[in-house]
C-alpha cells in the first residue's frame, strides 16, 4: 500500500532563512507527487505537483520541490520564508491510475517569526 | 466560479447521535474525496468515488462510516452514533478526474465536535 512520511512535525524559522521540508513516499510504481499547502483559516491548495519530466518543479510563491526517484523523496524548499509563509504543508503521492486515490502524509507546521 | 461548498460548517452533536454531512463539488468534477483531519493526524483518507465506479472504501475507519454520492454530483458523509474519536474536520475535495491532472479542489470542511 502507498504510504507517504513527514518527518518535520512542526518547523520554526526567522524570516529570510532557508526553508526544507521532508518527504517520503512508499509505492512500487510510477507515482504523481504533490504539495499543498494550507494557510491559517483557509482551505487546502495546491502547492506545486511533479507528473514526469525535470524533477525538479516550481510552484508558486518561490517554493520548488525535487523528485529523487532513487531516495522516493520529493522535499519542497524555498531560499528565503517569509512571515506569510506561516502555514501547513502536506505531501501527497497518487499512483498513474486515476482510479487510485491521493495519499497526504500527516502535515508540517511551519511558523515563520518575522 | 463556486468552489466546493460543504454543510455545515460546524457540528456539535451528543455522543450517540448520528450526523450527516453535505459536499458539493465543483459542477463538472468526476472524483470526490472525502478527508478527515485530527489534530497530529494529518489528512486522513476516507472514501473516494471515481464517475461511475464502485467507491473506494477503504479508508473509512468503521461501519458507523458510511458515504454516498448522487447523481454523480453532491456527496453525504454519515456517520452513525457518534464517538468523540469521530470529532474532527471533515474535509471534502473534488477534481476533473482523468488521471491528476486536475489538482483537487478542497472545501472549507466541517467541524465535528462530539460531545
Known amino acids: 500500500a502507498q504510504s507517504v512520511s513527514q518527518h518535520n512535525h512542526h518547523v520554526i524559522l526567522s524570516e529570510a532563512a532557508s526553508l526544507e521540508l521532508g518527504c517520503n513516499y512508499s509505492?512500487?510504481?510510477?507515482?504523481?507527487l504533490f504539495w499543498y499547502v494550507q494557510y491559517p483559516g483557509q482551505h487546502l491548495q495546491l502547492l506545486l505537483k511533479?507528473?514526469?519530466?525535470?524533477?525538479l518543479v516550481k510552484g508558486i510563491k518561490g517554493f520548488e520541490a525535487e523528485f529523487i526517484k532513487s531516495k522516493f523523496s520529493f522535499n519542497l524548499r524555498k531560499p528565503s520564508v517569509q512571515w506569510s509563509d506561516t502555514a501547513e504543508y502536506f505531501c501527497?503521492?497518487?499512483?498513474?491510475?486515476?482510479?487510485?486515490?491521493?495519499?497526504f502524509g500527516t502535515g508540517t507546521r511551519l511558523q515563520v517569526f518575522p | 466560479g463556486a468552489g466546493v461548498s460543504q454543510s455545515p460548517s460546524n457540528k456539535v452533536t451528543e455522543k450517540g447521535k448520528d450526523v450527516e454531512l453535505r459536499c458539493d463539488p465543483i459542477?463538472?468534477?468526476?472524483?470526490l474525496y472525502w478527508y478527515r483531519q485530527s489534530l497530529g493526524q494529518g489528512l486522513e483518507f476516507l472514501i473516494y468515488?471515481?464517475?461511475?465506479?464502485?467507491?473506494?472504501k477503504s479508508g473509512l475507519p468503521s461501519d458507523r462510516f458510511s458515504a454516498e454520492r448522487t447523481g454523480g454530483s453532491v456527496s453525504t458523509l454519515t456517520i452513525q452514533r457518534t464517538q468523540q474519536e469521530d470529532s474532527a474536520v471533515y474535509l471534502c475535495?473534488?477534481?476533473f478526474g482523468t488521471g491528476y491532472n486536475s489538482p483537487l479542489h478542497f472545501g472549507n470542511g466541517t467541524r465535528l465536535t462530539v460531545t
Open positions: 459542477s463538472g468534477h468526476t472524483a
Open positions: 501527497a503521492v497518487g499512483p498513474l491510475r486515476n482510479t487510485d486515490k491521493l495519499i
Open positions: 468515488f471515481q464517475g461511475n465506479s464502485a467507491p473506494d
Open positions: 509505492y512500487g510504481g510510477t507515482v504523481n
Open positions: 475535495a473534488s477534481s
Open positions: 511533479y507528473f514526469s519530466g525535470d524533477p
